[in-house]
């Protein structure tokens, strides 16, 4: 027979749990320093960028922005300076997404932003020196 605590909230009304786990003294010394200046605690600083590492929103949010932005700019003139701004934000968000995420994230992101916008994604392989594009972006929908 279970112990009821007739204090304790049913486990379906807990909103929050107390996680704790050990870290390096020099991690946490620079989550300190981060969260220190954003004004926020170290615990919130954790939650919250664990919350934007699940769900990935500010990436998805970040790419949604920047993609009418650069199909417009790629249907007038896709070797245009305007275009290439466009396609070198996208191509750095997606190389920042990668670099802490992994290729996964990105493909994951991409697919989010496709359902969302209902556009299609176009390349971001940008125009070399010498007036070619070298490359091919397996993310994209359109060449």
């Known amino acids: 027979m279970k112990n ?4 304790r909230k049913p486990e379906t009304e807990i909103d929050s749990v107390v996680v704790s786990f050990r870290v390096p ?3 946490a ?6 969260a220190s200046h954003d004004d926020r605690s170290r615990a919130n600083f954790i939650t919250r960028t664990l919350t934007h590492a699940v769900s990935l929103e500010p990436a998805i949010q970040t790419i949604e922005d920047m993609l009418p932005r650069l199909l417009e700019e790629h249907e007038k003139n896709p070797d245009s300076i305007q275009a290439e701004y466009w396609r070198g934000a996208m191509g750095g968000a997606r190389s920042m997404l990668m670099a802490f995420f992994g290729k996964r994230a ?3 992101v991409n697919q989010k932003v496709r359902e969302r916008s209902k556009l299609p994604i176009p390349h971001v392989v940008p125009m070399q020196p010498d007036g070619y594009r070298y490359g091919i972006d ?6």
Not at 4 to 7: A, G
Not at 29 to 34: A, F, M, S, V
Request: net charge negative.
């Open 4 to 7: 009821h605590d007739s204090r």
């Open 25 to 27: 003294r020099s991690l």
């Open 29 to 34: 010394r620079n989550l300190e320093e981060i």
């Open 106 to 108: 990105v493909r994951w």
């Open 138 to 143: 397996t993310e994209a929908d359109i060449v």
